[in-house]
């Protein structure tokens, strides 16, 4: 039997996708449920898997060609000759002699199976696991690292520097300090990607990739782009996480993390100021009185915005249990079209990997978007009192299209405020 395999409906106004790679090729062997090809559509990428067990008799798309919905990707064949090797169970009559007594052989027999498989052979026992007393040496280089003086060991391990490459000077060959500074005169290699691939390489733009760069341009050419920005004391959230942390993991399961302050501030902010949840749509503005929060998620093929649906209604716990999940989905390429679909405002955490400050764009056709960044310790003034505090930067884009300037500050403010008296969000103030 043959399984012609076409491509899966891909969501909603998606017709085609492109094959980003095959993961198996013709003539191999599959499993039912494995994959055998990955596709890759304006905004997720997603693996084929084979509904049956047997061997990819024919491919029908090539990688980066561009398939429709419900074209033929490939054919399995059912593997005929693997079903019919189920080893037959023979069932073994014992010989009989006089007066019903099983023969000699056959208890022999019996007696072996039972040795082999329920009497364990003393020579085959698990043995202690004995550690030798070879210490390992965990100093970058050994050669001539005990006559290294203290200057010169502490450039050795800041720089990494292999000592089998260097030819002291010294008295009895020994590395001074001038014959690593000597080093720094010496001509570094190109880099391994352009002994690889030359002075330039050319490579396609994936289907991601190039939907990123689409919406983001749309975003600029479309929208009345500003940004407004504040700075939070981090202070109570801080303590607060550290004074909750054990009871709430063991209680929940989960990590009390920073991002379900930030929704839930986000979220009694947009409640206070109905403009920032709402879009345009041609000459009238949607109003959304529902609160699906986009949060970005870097992953090695591209950003996603994955939606964490109905924010107001979910508790700290469940916050940090959605977004855990669906991060995992998108690292892990899992993410469908609906995680994508239907968010109202979006929160961007550039601060882990390292961004001080930004102006985040638009995630269309939403017309707000916060950025968070990393928390750095700041002189601030503090009852007349200068005074060292763990400090965020926070930036809010918006569409001046239906967001007043008035609107966006006092938004963003509220935001602050909610975040440097956390309890208020418990008690919904």
């Not at 079903?83 to 069932?91: D, G, L, N, T, Y």
């Not at 949607?286 to 093929?301: D, L, P, Q, R």
Request: charged fraction near 30%.
């Amino acid at each position: 039997m043959i399984e012609k395999i076409l491509v899966p409906v891909l969501g909603e106004s998606i017709t085609e996708a492109t094959v980003a790679k095959w993961l198996k090729k013709e003539g191999d062997s599959v499993s039912v449920d494995e994959a055998i090809v990955e596709l890759e559509t304006d905004k997720v990428n997603l693996e084929v898997p084979s509904p049956i067990d047997g061997v990819l008799s024919s491919i029908n798309s090539k990688d980066g060609e561009t398939v429709e919905v419900g074209a033929l990707l490939c054919s399995v064949s059912e593997n005929v000759a693997q079903a019919s090797e189920k080893r037959e169970i023979k069932k073994i009559e014992p010989k009989k002699i006089e007066d019903n007594i099983i023969s000699l052989d056959i208890e022999k027999k019996a007696s072996k199976v039972f040795e082999e498989n329920f009497i364990k052979d003393e020579s085959t026992e698990e043995k202690p696991l004995v550690l030798s007393n070879q210490v390992k040496n965990d100093k970058p280089n050994s050669k001539n690292n005990e006559k290294l003086s203290p200057a010169v060991r502490k450039i050795v391990v800041e720089n990494k520097i292999d000592l089998e490459k260097i030819k002291g000077s010294g008295k009895e060959g020994r590395i001074l300090k001038s014959d690593l500074i000597g080093m720094m005169g010496v001509n570094p290699q190109p880099s391994e990607r352009k002994i690889k691939h030359g002075h330039e390489e050319r490579i396609k733009m994936s289907r991601l990739r190039q939907t990123i760069a689409k919406r983001l341009k749309q975003a600029q050419e479309n929208a009345a782009l500003l940004t407004t920005f504040n700075e939070v004391d981090m202070t109570n959230i801080m303590e607060m996480r550290k004074e909750n942390q054990e009871d709430f993991q063991s209680r929940y399961g989960i990590k009390l993390g920073f991002m379900s302050f930030f929704v839930k501030a986000c979220v009694a902010a947009l409640k206070t100021f109905p403009s920032v949840n709402a879009e345009i749509d041609e000459d009238e503005i949607i109003y959304k009185n529902y609160y699906n929060i986009s949060f970005a998620v870097g992953t090695e093929k591209g950003l996603v915005v994955p939606v964490l649906r109905d924010a107001d209604e979910l508790s700290f716990a469940d916050i940090e249990k959605n977004i855990k999940t669906i991060s995992e989905k998108a690292r892990d390429g899992k993410i469908t079209i609906e995680d994508l679909q239907g968010g109202t405002f979006t929160i961007s955490n550039g601060g882990v990997y390292g961004s001080m400050l930004s102006t985040p764009i638009l995630n269309l056709p939403q017309s707000g978007v916060l950025g968070m960044h990393n928390i750095v310790e700041r002189p601030v003034v503090v009852d007349g009192e200068i005074k060292i505090r763990p400090v965020m930067y926070l930036a809010l884009s918006y569409d001046h299209r239906i967001i007043d300037g008035k609107e966006s500050v006092s938004f963003l403010k509220m935001v602050k405020e909610n975040l440097e008296n956390p309890r208020r969000l418990f008690l919904n103030i």
